[in-house]
């Protein structure tokens, strides 16, 4: 409630200041004596005087008002000749018509700046960012990777997913974008067809952080002391030659600093897979750990607790959270399965079986688990 209240303030405040500013400058334009210039109604919780003009912020932040010299047309007393030249009542209509209007013209003004503002900055267009490609994907065959960035279709450029409607019925060619280098490729396939299997790609990424059995997280790059994090693991697996670098890291939201001086080098045979290399140095993706557990469901009874890391499934080393999940599905209703995880530091083993849940006529299984998954 008290956030609300604050960020309504926060962002009425502004208006009422150039709104009131608007009054006050052409009342000073026209020679007009301003007496108040406030932001705000009532009690003044501070006030400031300054070349005959008090400057004030009120109690009550729903308004605000500038307080002009002979303003009051019902007034009793008298002005003299000197005091009529800076008496609101005694300008020109023109005068007090732009005065009046001052307020309204700001606003006019400060949505204007603002617009226009907004237009030079220009509207970030989401790049068209491929996600999850696997060996099994047509693409992938095409040659089209994990975090390959689509540029062309055609020959001609892509700017945004929109694009996709307008290149004709048949792809023959792409173009993307891999690190700095630009790779064209055959693809010979329907527009249909295309949109279908790009669009299947899993879109959501994973940050390039792993996780050891103490709790101890850490970042994984292929570049030393690196200064911009948008890689996720997905892509840095599918351009590992061979050498990796691993770092401590503070994180603040989304914002995430290295300490280059915790550098660690790793160094493997290029054809392994880095999800392998990483786990026989004992670091486990950090979509394995459990963020939450759901209570009375399959994990919670089996003994798995906040902050454990899932290992194997049925004896089959796990790589991802999202391998988990697929792999659930393959069994039988109601099998009991065995999973084996990684609690204070010890390999524990346990039985259970996987709640059937149906949602809109389909069927999944679950254990009750949510992932400590970072997503890009």
Same mark, same amino acid.
Not at 126 to 143: F, I, R
Not at 260 to 272: G, Y
Not at 285 to 297: A, E, R, Y
């Given at each position: ?11 009425? /405040? ?13 009342? =000073? ?17 501070? !006030? ?32 003299? +000749? +000197?005091? !009529? ?6 300008? @020109? %209509? ?8 001052? /307020? ?12 226009? /503002? ?12 491929? /996600? ?12 089209? =990777? ?35 280098? !630009? ?22 990424? !994973? ?9 101890? =997280?850490?970042?994984?790059? &292929? ?57 026989? &140095? ?18 919670? %009874? ?17 790589? @991802?959270?999202? +391998?988990? =999940? ?30 059937? %849940? +149906? ?18």
């Amino acid at each position: 409630m008290l956030q609300g209240i604050l960020i309504f303030i926060i962002f009425l /405040g502004p208006l009422i200041f150039f709104h009131e500013l608007g009054h006050f400058f052409f009342a =000073r334009l026209f020679g007009v004596r301003v007496e108040v210039f406030s932001i705000g109604f009532g009690p003044k919780i501070f !006030k400031h005087v300054r070349n005959g003009t008090e400057y004030a912020i009120s109690i009550i932040p729903l308004g605000g008002y500038v307080k002009m010299f002979g303003d009051d047309p019902f007034a009793e007393t008298p002005l003299s +000749e +000197e005091e !009529k030249k800076v008496a609101f009542n005694h300008k @020109s %209509k023109w005068a007090r018509f732009w005065i009046v209007f001052g /307020g309204p013209l700001a606003n006019l003004l400060l949505a204007y700046c603002l617009y226009v /503002g907004l237009l030079a900055g220009g509207e970030k267009v989401p790049e068209t960012k491929v /996600g999850v490609v696997t060996e099994q994907s047509a693409l992938y065959q095409k040659g089209l =990777r994990t975090g390959d960035v689509l540029v062309g279709i055609n020959d001609e450029k892509i700017l945004s997913f929109d694009d996709f409607n307008i290149k004709g019925s048949k792809i023959e060619k792409i173009t993307v974008k891999r690190a700095d280098q !630009k790779i064209d490729m055959t693809v010979d396939m329907g527009l249909e067809p295309f949109i279908e299997e790009f669009v299947s790609l899993v879109s959501v990424v !994973k940050r390039p952080i792993v996780t050891n059995a103490k709790g101890e =997280r850490f970042y994984v790059s &292929l570049i030393q002391k690196p200064t911009e994090f948008s890689s996720s693991f997905e892509e840095i697996s599918s351009a590992f030659k061979g050498q990796a670098y691993i770092y401590n890291f503070k994180q603040v939201d989304d914002k995430i600093e290295i300490d280059p001086v915790t550098e660690s080098l790793i160094s493997a045979d290029p054809t392994k897979n880095l999800s392998e290399i990483l786990l026989g &140095l004992g670091f486990f993706p950090v979509d394995l750990t459990v963020k939450n557990i759901v209570m009375n469901s399959p994990a919670d %009874k089996a003994g798995i607790k906040k902050g454990d890391i899932l290992l194997k499934l049925e004896g089959v080393q796990l790589r @991802s959270f999202e +391998e988990l =999940r697929v792999s659930l599905q393959k069994f039988e209703d109601g099998k009991s399965v065995n999973v084996e995880f990684l609690s204070e530091g010890k390999v524990v083993s346990k039985p259970l079986v996987p709640e059937v %849940k +149906e949602v809109d006529k389909k069927k999944s299984k679950i254990i009750g688990i949510e992932s400590g998954v970072e997503y890009i």
